[in-house]
């Protein structure tokens, strides 16, 4: 019984899997399709990725991406299609360019000048215990 | 009395400056998002008009045109229904072409709803599975565009009411018209 049971389950599972847009890819493309859903920001529900929206827009997205792979696009291309059409919003990490930069770097800055008053502060207090003393 | 020291306001004053720009950035209203589309030129796109396959609805038809208005809609979408009394004022407007994406509709349902409500459209492309409309950053219906000279100048998200006519949409036109 549970065996025929989990045959039934399994040969739904197959089905539903050969069913899916998904099936005209190979296995190395539908691994670069689902990295760029996780990139791609779902614009109608907007903390979520597409990956993890059901959502029209989403399900659309997801189609593009799909079609983009099949047809031999590389994944930066597609990523600046999806920009040119929606905004550089839309990818869930911001890319390096130069409207960026301030913040890519500025945790990096901020860094650095909490270590550079730190180092003042020892040393100032260095310098006084060594008048003192 | 002890001396008044600056340097122990500075990080107070750096916390505060934090949370009024954090403030701001919460406060902003997410479904306001600029398009990616003003002030740059028009996408490219292609698409068989609603009453005649044969013919195109493209780039050329909205670019040749001093000031056009694109509006995405659909038979399906209730907010659209409301709106197309808006549109049928605006096609009134001298010097205003509109144009129309029929977006994800069918065709019957979509034909049927401009024989009820009129057509305030010079043109109406179809886009049947929401893939022409990519490139125009659509991403609900409806949604309106404002072309001066083949530029994209304002999109408007959702329905336009009423006031939004009279307070937005109206002095834009008619700075340009």
Known sequence: ?133 | MKKFNIKYFIPVTIVILFLIFFSQVLNRDVSKLSSQLIEKPIPTFNMPTLFNDDQSFNTSDVAEKNVALVNIWASWCIPCRSEHEILMILSKIEGLNLYGINYKDNKDNALKFIEQLGNPYNKIGVDKNGRSSMVWGVYGVPETFIIHKGTVIYKHIGPIHMNELEDVILPILGKIL
């Open chain 1, 1 to 133: 019984m549970k065996i025929k049971l989990l045959i039934l389950i399994l040969t739904f599972i197959s089905f539903s899997s050969i069913l899916s847009a998904s099936s005209k890819m190979t296995s190395k493309q539908n691994d670069r399709a689902i990295d760029l859903f996780k990139e791609t920001r779902c614009l109608v529900c907007q903390s979520q990725t597409i990956y993890d929206s059901n959502s029209e827009l989403a399900t659309d997205l997801k189609l593009f991406i799909q079609e983009e792979i099949i047809a031999g696009k590389t994944d930066n291309d597609i990523k600046a299609q999806l920009v040119t059409n929606y905004g550089e919003w839309i990818l869930m990490t911001p890319s390096l360019s130069k409207t960026n930069y301030i913040l890519w770097f500025s945790p990096f800055i901020f860094l650095l000048i909490g270590i550079v008053v730190m180092f003042k502060y020892i040393f100032n207090k260095s310098t006084k215990r060594n008048k003192y003393e």
